[in-house]
């Protein structure tokens, strides 16, 4: 039986066998922190015939919990808008409890901003196409995301920035 607080003996079921030291990582839950949506020109917005441009914003962030518990954030907003105004607004916050044990703090990052997105997407991707579709529009789905490939770029730039400042140099797209 596992000790009351230790919400990760199920992903190391047979501890004392050396397994116990490996690094483990793992989705724990997931739910939905917030979801707003707005439909500001409903009915009017429901005859509009022309296609509403989409923008569609994403954001993760990670807050520890504690030493083995992490919580990931993944924001998606969705705006539809036509010439005659705002169709629609989506804006989900979604999240999950990600637990890892015996792990870097470098594989703890990449988890966390990586491959944890990439496992909850599924469902806050299916979250949106549900809200869009239950204000009285087509359902959005969302095309998937290169969670990993977006995570190497972004490690790079920071290390390019970190190289520039370290030059004395401003980083690239920045005037004096």
């Not at 989900?92 to 409890?97: A, D, N, R, T």
Request: charged content about 20%.
């Amino acid at each position: 039986m596992a000790e009351e607080g230790d919400v990760l003996t199920n992903l190391n079921p047979q501890p004392g066998n050396g397994a116990d030291t490996q690094p483990v990582a793992g989705i724990i839950s997931q739910y939905v922190k917030d979801l707003s949506v707005e439909n500001p020109k409903a009915p009017e917005s429901f005859q509009w015939n022309s296609q509403p441009d989409m923008d569609v914003q994403f954001n993760i962030g990670a807050r520890q919990i504690n030493d083995e518990i992490t919580e990931v954030e993944l924001k998606i907003a969705a705006t539809a808008k036509a010439e005659q105004g705002v169709a629609y607004i989506v804006e989900l916050s979604f999240c999950g409890l990600v637990g890892m044990r015996n792990m870097p703090e470098e594989q703890r990052h990449a988890f966390s901003f990586a491959e944890a997105p990439r496992i909850l997407f599924p469902f806050a991707r299916r979250i949106i196409a549900d809200a869009v579709r239950d204000a009285g529009f087509a359902p959005l789905l969302l095309d998937p995301i290169d969670f990993n490939g977006l995570y190497v770029q972004n490690l790079r730039q920071r290390q390019q920035a970190q190289d520039a400042a370290a030059q004395g140099t401003p980083p690239t797209g920045e005037g004096h």
